[in-house]
Nanobody
Framework: QVQLVESGGGLVQAGGSLRLSCAAS????????MGWFRQAPGKEREFVAG????????NYADSVKGRFTISRDNARNTVYLQMNSLKPEDTAVYYC?????????????????WGQGTQVTVSS
């Protein structure tokens, strides 16, 4: 089992920044790929960004490229999502997720472990 705990959400004005953290514990050998997803009210959960623990390789959704940065701290088993130039449409609950394997999957059902989510609200 892998436990994931997110933190860092909150309320911010458009154009502002937030940094989300996801601390992983437990059988982290089963979490070679970490992803961030988000879900807005009435919408499906969507991929935001992903990273491979071993190499640091990343992948981003087109909607956040150039604004969001995913990174990891292997010593702390923690993944971060730095979000800059936030827009009202970025408002959602953000989830951290983990899966085994080599591919940074973009479908939510390919991830085995999930955090509880953290709310991000961007006001206009």
């Amino acid at each position: 089992q892998v436990q994931l705990v997110e933190s860092g959400g909150g309320l911010v004005q458009a154009g502002g920044s937030l940094r989300l953290s996801c601390a992983a514990s437990g059988r982290t050998s089963s979490s070679s790929i970490m992803g961030w997803f988000r879900q807005a009210p009435g919408k499906e959960r969507e991929f935001v960004a992903g990273i491979r623990w071993s190499t640091g390789s990343t992948n981003y959704a087109d909607s956040v490229k150039g604004r969001f940065t995913i990174s990891r701290d292997n010593a702390r088993n923690t993944v971060y999502l730095q979000m800059n130039s936030l827009k009202p449409e970025d408002t959602a609950v953000y989830y951290c997720a983990a899966r085994s394997g080599l591919r940074i999957a973009i479908l939510a059902n390919e991830y085995n472990y999930w955090g509880q989510g953290t709310q991000v609200t961007v006001s206009s």
